[in-house]
């Protein structure tokens, strides 16, 4: 491979409405996981103080630019957790006493977290209105705090649970009333999948750490039949935390990783993202690669061409070596621990999707194993793929397959995981040059005299991505390959 001095990343900011949550860092700085401390916690001191465990506003330096930051439960409501001011949204003085010390709150704290670099702020709002405000109408109580978020430039709205979380109509409201009140203003929902279509974004909803991947997975299939979204919709989908997913598959992202990596500030294992699976606190510059990407291959409509999800399934494990340990068992649902057998929780998704593209040809590795895949052919023409790991017993790796996938005329592909070889069939006439770039990194390398071309297809060693792919994360940081592939054709 030959370094050459071409940024094939543009100098632009991400167009794709992905953010970073506060939620899981608001259980990192109480210690103790419970909701109340969480909501207590959120505030101008926890985003701007310099000591850790705050210091939110700070976070995600390479990738700031590119991201929203979502303030999550409860900043609206007072520290002793009155729940009549749910739906509010409205700074407490004593949380914000800097931002309600000026003529317009909001405004003063968008302006401020802009200022640290972010794209800009948004916030969770719960699914019901405040009785501490009386409006004349539902109309009129969401329309007063829209004109407020336009603005102050408040950019996103979480709407999560509340008394009104599965009313589909309300959502719909809101979703309307911000088309008429709000223009800027992104509203996602969650929970009531048919609200896709009238939705900017839809958010598949919670999972843990340990079963992520097929979680996931699982809820992305069941998305996968989405009529195309309503006139000026989008109809996004968020994917959370699977930022690699969601930069593969055209999805949006809801970053909850954050810097702060070990254990709990009182010295406790960090229940929310243990080190005793992925370890994704170590796994920031995931990030970085994954809004990159957007930047080229912005996430798409749900229902934009034909989703593909693979007849095969997929059974992954974790083994509880002490279910007693809070560790153990904190995030399991009553549905999960229904699965739960011997102490071996099972968990079955389908081993791939594809988004407006056939799904990739997979050779299982020596242990007959495939990886999880997700691809997608973006409006734009550009391509992308991912492998995500799989989880068996206690441990968790990605399978090296050697893996094929039709790329039609795109000559801008994104790649995220690991491959034992990746080959690419193109439509047209074969590539000239053809360069790679870790998606982190600002210079690409010529990697023609690396790679085998036969007819329409080219094939990428895996050892090769993985070493470009890593090559921009600092020491210590454990994030899987991400690149960029581009064919120079004349």
């Known amino acids: 491979?030959?370094?050459?001095?071409?940024?094939?990343?543009?100098?632009?900011?991400?167009?794709?409405?992905?953010?970073?949550?506060?939620?899981?860092?608001?259980?990192?700085?109480?210690?103790?996981?419970?909701?109340?401390?969480?909501?207590?916690?959120?505030?101008?001191?926890?985003?701007?103080?310099?000591?850790?465990p705050y210091?939110?506003?700070?976070?995600?330096?390479?990738?700031?630019?590119?991201?929203?930051?979502?303030?999550?439960?409860?900043?609206?409501?007072?520290?002793d957790g009155n729940s009549n001011c749910y739906g509010s949204l409205r700074l407490d003085p004593e949380k914000f006493p800097d931002a309600t010390a000026h003529e317009f709150p909001l405004k003063h704290l968008s302006d401020r977290i802009r200022q640290y670099g972010w794209k800009g702020l948004g916030g969770w709002v719960c699914a019901q209105e405040s009785p501490l405000f009386p409006a004349s109408s539902v109309e009129s109580y969401w329309t007063e705090r829209m004109?407020?978020?336009?603005?102050?430039?408040?950019?996103?709205?979480?709407?999560?649970?509340?008394?009104?979380?599965?009313?589909?109509?309300?959502r719909k409201l809101l979703t309307e009333l911000a088309k008429q009140h709000a223009p800027d203003l992104i509203v996602e929902h969650a929970m009531v999948p048919e609200i896709i279509p009238e939705s900017d974004c839809f958010r598949t909803y919670d999972v843990p750490?340990?079963?992520?991947?097929?979680?996931?997975?699982?809820?992305?299939?069941?998305?996968?039949?989405?009529?195309?979204?309503?006139?000026?919709?989008?109809?996004?989908?968020?994917?959370?935390?699977?930022?690699?997913m969601a930069a593969a598959g055209g999805y949006t992202m809801g970053v909850m990783r954050h810097p702060y990596v070990g254990n709990l500030?009182?010295?406790?294992?960090?229940?929310?993202?243990?080190?005793?699976?992925?370890?994704?606190?170590?796994?920031?510059?995931?990030?970085?690669?994954?809004?990159?990407?957007h930047r080229i291959a912005p996430?798409?409509?749900?229902?934009?061409?034909?989703?593909?999800?693979?007849?095969?399934?997929?059974?992954?494990?974790?083994?509880?070596?002490?279910?007693?340990?809070?560790?153990?068992?904190?995030?399991?649902?009553?549905?999960?621990?229904?699965?739960?057998?011997?102490?071996?929780?099972?968990?079955?998704?389908?081993?791939?999707?594809?988004?407006?593209?056939?799904?990739?040809?997979?050779?299982?590795?020596s242990d007959g194993l495939i990886p999880y895949t997700v691809c997608s052919h973006n409006p734009n023409g550009t391509y992308?793929?991912?492998?995500?790991?799989?989880?068996?017993?206690?441990?968790?790796?990605?399978p090296k397959c050697d893996i094929t996938v039709n790329i039609g005329n795109a000559t801008t592909i994104g790649v995220f995981g690991e491959y034992q070889s990746l080959t690419l069939h193109f439509d047209g006439s074969a590539p000239?040059?053809?360069?790679?770039?870790?998606l982190a990194d600002d210079c690409s390398y010529d990697i023609t005299q690396d790679i085998s071309t036969q007819n329409h297809q080219i094939t990428i060693p895996g050892e090769l991505i993985s070493k470009i792919g890593t090559s921009a994360q600092p020491e210590g940081d454990t994030s899987e390959p991400g690149v960029l592939v581009h064919f120079s054709i004349t």
């Open 209 to 244: 750490a340990i079963g992520s991947i097929p979680m996931t997975m699982e809820k992305l299939s069941a998305l996968a039949d989405m009529s195309p979204a309503a006139e000026n919709r989008t109809g996004l989908v968020n994917c959370e935390d699977e930022v690699y």
């Open 147 to 170: 004109q407020t978020a336009q603005h102050a430039g408040f950019a996103y709205w979480k709407v999560d649970w509340g008394t009104k979380a599965t009313d589909s109509q309300f």
């Open 265 to 293: 500030p009182d010295g406790k294992a960090d229940m929310s993202f243990p080190a005793i699976h992925r370890n994704i606190k170590s796994k920031m510059f995931e990030v970085v690669r994954a809004v990159r990407w």
């Open 432 to 438: 000239i040059k053809v360069c790679m770039q870790d």
């Open 55 to 79: 210091g939110w506003a700070c976070f995600h330096p390479e990738a700031r630019k590119d991201l929203l930051l979502i303030m999550d439960d409860s900043w609206d409501v007072p520290l």
């Open 1 to 52: 491979m030959i370094k050459t001095n071409c940024n094939l990343v543009p100098d632009t900011v991400n167009p794709s409405p992905d953010y970073y949550c506060t939620w899981q860092t608001q259980l990192y700085a109480t210690s103790d996981g419970k909701p109340e401390g969480q909501r207590r916690c959120i505030g101008e001191n926890a985003l701007f103080s310099e000591e850790k």
């Open 299 to 365: 996430a798409f409509d749900a229902g934009y061409g034909i989703t593909n999800v693979s007849e095969q399934q997929l059974t992954d494990t974790w083994h509880f070596e002490n279910y007693n340990e809070e560790i153990e068992h904190w995030w399991l649902s009553m549905p999960l621990k229904e699965r739960i057998e011997n102490n071996i929780l099972t968990l079955t998704a389908p081993a791939a999707i594809a988004r407006n593209t056939q799904l990739s040809n997979i050779t299982a590795d």
């Open 384 to 398: 992308s793929i991912v492998t995500a790991g799989r989880t068996l017993g206690r441990s968790y790796y990605i």
